[in-house]
């Protein structure tokens, strides 16, 4: 019995003992690698990475790309575990324009601004707009844009047609919208929006010039009572007490099957969506969608992607050259723009001439055009790192206006307590 | 002075060996139990000691582990003054309330009508109320959320067919998204707690029933008088598990409303704003002091419950 206790002992050692030696020569592995560059990504921006690791390939040979996808939500919540621990992080981290207020505030990520980045003096290539939203209140620079959003009004042209109403009686105002939303009800049963969130959360976005902020100005303060805020609100309630919209937020089933169905008759987002309705939303539909410019005169952006490197990266230097193919290489961002429908944010690659081909998707519209267009026109907004929590609060107060009859202005005053209260440090 | 005498030498040498031996015998227990301590140390225990240190500091994790800035206890402060987190509690102790009385009233009659009634089949009948316990609250959650469609679901197919209702947004409007997840929730459940009454009226002796019925004791007294009282214990077991599982209720209230539109606020349980307050907002130590002032919510309402099925008891006795 004794002699097989101590067997198990030494077995157990040489067990523990062959598990380190793995561990060891893995670690060996790890420091003989500092060639591969690991990109931390998500869909369907991947697929941009993955369509240039051919070109990454012909440049640095000796240095393998490796692009580690996971799930919107989870990318992001692995990047902050990561950039917390200091454990795990990539050499280049794709981050969504949700989350690059947060980031940019942040002490995790490389400056890129500094040298020897100087990533400022690129700015002029790209879309006016794009470059605050990755920048501190500090001047630094967080990351570069790979591609952005501008928004847009996607309309079923069937629809309206049926109901009798024009393209621009949805776009000279937003109580034209509204009316014309009140006749397509009446006359084809559609929905005029998936969600009357949809009205506010571009209305709140009204007449802001260069360096305004959407929830703080510069010095921090709280903006929610504003007019622009109270006008989003009454016009949003509008829409719903006329029951114009399917009372469906963005990316459930009920907004996909809405939009598939032909139930909802327009959708505001950035113009990048015209890629998901015709990829899997809707592919159906094909040629019944059009695209125009946002009720009211307003320029607005929807998302943006952009590529940064936290500061405990192995390999920066070739993460900057990364980063540099993905956003300022013309052929590059050309082709992320064929493989995911995206906009880029590089001006040259506006220029190209796909832009001027007709989508099929949507009548043979040629709306690149027209996108051009709008995102010369977005003002650039500044970011501040609660605006995402801003952003929940107001959704939530606004949901009491809709279902409780919540004041608007009591509504917005208790926003504005909540926001200041979140915001203390 | 060094030399070694042979002869005493080489009687020591089976001494070493035994010594060797000796220590390899009294280590080995510890070598396999250390693979238990290592991951509960690692996963259980500095977790939760971690937690309290994170919750006496201000940290934002996107600024490093060296960026945490002591504040002691201005995150309970925090917590404890904000709206939301009144909110939040707000909803838990509702869920708590509408989903955990219902799954009790429900499982113990229940579960003494299969126990009585069914000698053939019951295994397949508490199987059919279990398998919901059983399944991905995530699967779950998604084919409520197909049923509970406004437009395209079948609940309000059928309500509008045979009464006539107009469609209702089940989980889009803050009035009828508790009702719904709670409903869900009650579901869920009920098989669990059916279970464990089952277990516990399957050890009651047989001949107090029997005793009962030869004195004209019915069904119904049978129940309130033998098997509600014999239940007692496992009604507390049960309760307990109950509050417990109740006041962490994050996953269908999670899934079923999108976390993203204003509505998802009607259904924010404690445990929600935990993680909206770590993962969307970046405050983990405001996090870990909601967390810590939930567990003490839950030992408080435990320690209740514990009295109250302990009075009763006494009350019997006496």
Known sequence: ?425 | MRAVDPTLAAPRAPTRRRTRHQRARELAPYLFIAPFFVLFFVFGLFPLLFSIYLSLHQWDPTDGLAAMRWVGFENYWFALTDPWFHRSLWNTLWFSVVCGVPQHLVAVPLAYFIHTSFKRGRDAIVGAYFVPYITSSVAIALIFATLFSKDYGVINSVLHAVLGVDPINWLGDAHTTKPAVAFIVFWRFLGWNLVLYLSALQVIDKELYEAAALDGCGRWRQFWHIALPLLRPMMFFAVTLTIIGNLQLFDEPFILVDPESGVSLSVMTTAIFMYRLAFSDGDFGTASAVSWLLFLIIALLTWCNSRLFNRGETRDAA
């Open chain 1, 1 to 425: 019995m004794a002699r097989i206790s101590f067997a198990l002992v030494v077995i157990a050692a040489a067990l523990g003992w062959i598990a380190t030696g793995a561990h060891a020569q893995q670690a060996s592995q790890d420091r003989h690698a500092t060639s591969t560059l690991v990109v931390a990504t998500f869909p369907d921006l991947d697929r941009a990475a993955k369509a240039a690791s051919a070109s990454w390939a012909r440049l640095h040979p000796d240095i393998t790309l490796k692009i580690v996808s996971l799930q919107y939500p989870d990318h992001h919540t692995a990047m902050t575990a990561a950039l917390a621990t200091g454990s795990g992080l990539p050499d280049v981290m794709a981050v969504d324009f949700r989350f690059i207020g947060k980031f940019a505030a942040s002490g995790g990520l490389e400056d890129l601004a500094a040298p020897p980045y100087n990533g400022l003096a690129l700015r002029d290539r790209f879309a006016r707009y794009s470059f605050p939203q990755a920048m501190n209140p500090k001047g630094g620079l967080a990351a570069i844009p790979a591609d952005i959003g501008p928004g847009t009004l996607l309309y079923r042209k069937d629809i309206i047609e049926r109901a009798g109403v024009t393209e621009a009686d949805l776009t000279r105002s937003w109580e034209s919208f509204i009316e014309a939303g009140k006749k397509i009800r009446a006359k084809t049963g559609a929905y005029l929006l998936a969600n009357a969130a949809d009205i506010r959360d571009i209305v709140i976005r009204s007449g802001l010039a260069d360096g305004d902020g959407i929830y703080f100005d510069a010095n921090g303060k709280v903006l929610v009572q504003s007019p622009r805020f109270v006008k989003a609100f009454e016009l949003g309630r509008a829409a719903r007490q006329a029951g114009l919209d399917a009372g469906a937020p963005a990316w459930t089933n009920e907004w996909t099957t809405g939009l598939r169905q032909g139930r909802v008759a327009t959708q505001m987002m950035g113009s990048w969506l015209t890629g998901h309705l015709k990829n899997w939303i809707a592919p159906a539909s094909s040629g019944l969608w059009r695209s125009t410019v946002l009720p009211g005169g307003i320029n607005a952006s929807y998302g943006g992607s952009f590529y940064a490197i936290p500061k405990q990266a192995a390999n920066k230097a070739a993460a900057w050259q990364f980063i540099q193919l993905m956003t300022t290489d013309l052929q590059t961002q050309v082709n992320s723009l064929r493989v995911l429908d995206s906009f880029p944010a590089l001006l040259a690659a506006q220029n190209d001439p796909f832009f001027d081909e007709p989508i099929e998707y949507l009548g043979g519209q040629p709306a690149r055009r027209l996108w051009r267009e709008i995102a010369a026109k977005v003002p650039a907004i500044a970011v501040n790192k609660y605006d995402s929590m801003a952003t929940d609060m107001i959704r939530a107060e606004f949901e009491e206006v809709l279902t409780e009859g919540k004041p608007i202005a009591k509504a917005l005053a208790d926003a504005k307590l909540l926001i200041e209260h979140r915001a203390r440090r």
